[in-house]
């Protein structure tokens, strides 16, 4: 197919004193790294939770449901944030149609915030894929089953969310020691991407059905404490997460409703409708300090948003879909606070497009500087 047109672009636009960004991963970060465990082993829940917990990270787990896994130790990790998710029913080639019941069986068992909305195919054979979508946001399979297929993703997450692809970790796959880990982590840095890891049991310890390719968890420590080390730069978070931002960032549009001296406010929508998820996942944004501003309240939908300033933008997470959001100049706030409290004769001044205020025989500006 021919081009018909190319579009030239015009001369760089004026900056816009309000412009907005979504972070490319949460919190700004360069990179995002998952940490996926599938067969639903006793060692999960006695070992590879608490060490992730204890760096603060979670990870994804995915359960084979007639393997009979440990419901309520499982159950407690999905209440700390750790994703549960299908690893079908009964572990057959191309997941026997186990799409949809292997789904219910584990949301009739475990309570979390999402559901379960993202699946691992036994023996990495990509299944019934319109089944697959029809169930879940994301399928996750292993890197040497598709050739010439990369082991990070970048910014934009896989070509097909049928096949996020991962590296697979123990004495079957590439990756061994803590080195093999931290080289992909800083790769997914360094790239601006995405590296997915799949790991079955650990050398040593109680593995129940996850027998395959068993990993030094010692590994994976090294590999969190670097991550740890690393937090301004790489994002780790279960695959459910970086699915759901990746897909909403790509969706999402962050505009300017209005704006005034005293507040600006945005909104941040997309419309990705799949049936499965609300795509309800907190996006990282920033936007310019207002000129003249010296600090700021956030709120969206009422609740208010912690941020911080830095260089002259404002920092923060909201959800999209989840209502207006509101930048207040907090100087003006404080200094209305001020004026309740001390009952005093006070008005706005409107003038040039500028609002002052006027306390007694003084006016102020909104940052509280007497106006002479
Ligand atoms: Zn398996």
Redesign the pocket.
């Known amino acids: 197919m021919a081009l018909s047109c190319i579009a030239v672009m015009g001369a760089k636009a004026e900056k816009n004193p309000y412009e907005g960004e979504i972070a490319t991963w949460s919190g700004f970060r360069k990179g995002a790294a998952s940490f996926t465990f599938?067969?639903g082993a006793p060692s999960h829940i006695a070992d590879a939770a608490p060490l992730f917990e204890q760096y603060g990270y979670r990870a994804t787990f995915y359960l084979?449901t007639n393997w009979n896994p440990d419901w309520s130790g499982f159950q407690d990790m999905a209440d700390k944030g750790h994703e549960i998710g299908s690893?079908s029913k009964t572990?057959g080639q191309n997941m026997s149609g186990e799409e949809a019941s292997s789904k219910g069986i584990i949301q009739s068992n475990i309570q979390q915030k999402y559901g379960c909305i993202s699946v691992a195919y036994?023996n990495c054979n990509v299944p019934n894929t319109e089944a697959v979508l029809q169930n879940y946001i994301a399928g996750r399979i292993c890197n040497g089953s598709w050739a010439g297929m990369a082991d990070i993703m970048g910014k934009d997450g896989p070509s097909d969310w049928c096949k996020v692809p991962a590296l697979m970790t123990g004495a079957n796959g590439t990756i061994s020691n803590t080195n093999d880990f931290t080289s992909k982590l800083q790769n997914a840095i360094n790239s601006g991407g995405w590296v997915v890891f799949l790991t079955f049991g650990f050398i040593g310890k109680n593995n129940g059905n996850a027998t395959y390719s068993p990993t030094d968890i010692t590994a994976i420590a090294g590999a969190l404490k670097w991550a740890n080390e690393n937090d301004d730069d790489i994002w780790v978070a279960p695959l459910r997460d970086v699915a759901m931002y990746c897909k909403e960032r790509k969706a999402a549009s962050f505009n300017v409703k209005s704006h005034s001296d005293e507040s600006v406010v945005y909104e941040l929508t997309h419309s990705i409708a799949d049936n499965i998820s609300e795509y309800d996942y907190p996006l990282s944004l920033r936007v310019l300090m207002p000129e003249g501003w010296a600090d700021v309240k956030i709120t969206q939908a009422e609740a208010t948003l912690s941020y911080t300033i830095d260089a002259g933008w404002v920092y923060f997470d909201a959800v999209p879909n989840g209502g207006d959001i509101v930048l207040q100049n907090a100087s003006l706030l404080a200094l209305e606070q001020t004026n309740q409290d001390s009952n005093a004769n006070c008005s706005k001044l409107f003038r040039d497009d500028h609002i002052f205020i006027l306390r007694g025989d003084k006016t102020y500006t909104l940052q509280g500087q007497e106006v002479k």
């Open positions: 599938d067969d084979v690893h572990h036994p």
